[in-house]
Every structure is written in structure tokens, then in C-alpha cells.
């Protein structure tokens, strides 16, 4: 099993950047990779996912080309780079993992199938 840890989050203002990474022990690169993210009293959200090899990624709507999900596998590291920030986007998120192969849109969704390691989630805030 894989074990992740985000790092912190943090404030930032309406239309800036912020970028996410998440580490992890065991075989980080034998793992499908996702960022999801929740606000309270809201339903979590599938934010981006990406394949072992980073050969796929996927992106939900709203992010309109706005971030960018990245991996290291040589460094058991999963980024998340956000431009253009929105205080709606304000929320938990959470980096996990899955292990098995990316095979549908629907694993990075609200579902998170198959994502069954999870970090504890860092904060991140967008004032506007």
C-alpha cells in the first residue's frame, strides 16, 4: 500500500497561483494518481487525475485550463500547479491514490473509484 501526505496549502488571492504536492511512500509509480478537493457541506469533487506514466491526465470542467497535474516518479511526488484562482475553489484537497490503471473519466470524479489511499487533506483559501 502507498501512504501520501500533502503538503500545506495556503491563502491566496483571487487570480493567483498556488501549487499543491503531495508525497508518497511505497510504489508511488505503480499508482494512478488524483486530486480531489472538498468544501463544507459540499460534495468532493474529482479535480485531476493522472496515469502511472503521466502518459494520461484528466481535468474536470471547471478547471478551464487553469492547472496542471504533474508527477515525479523518481521523487514519489504528485504536483498540482493552480493559476487563476477562484475564492469558490476554496476547500480541502486531497491527494490519492489508486492502483489500478486510469481507464475512465469517471475514476477522477466525485466517485474517486478505485482511490483508496488518501492523504489528510491541506487547506487551501482564496480571498477575493
Known amino acids: 500500500q502507498v501512504q501520501v501526505v500533502e503538503s500545506v496549502g495556503g491563502l491566496v488571492q483571487e487570480g493567483g497561483s498556488l501549487r499543491l504536492a503531495c508525497t508518497a511512500s511505497?510504489?508511488?509509480?505503480?499508482?494512478?494518481m488524483g486530486w480531489f478537493r472538498q468544501a463544507p457541506g459540499e460534495d468532493r469533487d474529482g479535480v485531476s487525475c493522472i496515469s502511472q506514466s503521466a502518459t494520461k491526465s484528466y481535468y474536470a470542467d471547471f478547471v478551464e485550463g487553469r492547472f496542471t497535474i504533474s508527477r515525479d516518479n523518481a521523487k514519489n511526488t504528485l504536483y498540482l500547479q493552480m493559476n487563476n484562482l477562484k475564492p469558490v475553489e476554496s476547500a480541502k484537497y486531497y491527494c490519492?491514490?489508486?492502483?489500478?490503471?486510469?481507464?475512465?473519466?469517471?475514476?477522477?470524479?466525485?466517485?474517486?473509484?478505485?482511490?483508496?489511499?488518501w492523504g489528510q487533506g491541506t487547506q487551501v483559501t482564496v480571498s477575493s
Open positions: 511505497g510504489r508511488f509509480a505503480h499508482y494512478t
Open positions: 490519492a491514490a489508486r492502483d489500478k490503471p486510469f481507464s475512465s473519466p469517471y475514476n477522477c470524479s466525485t466517485a474517486a473509484t478505485g482511490f483508496n489511499n
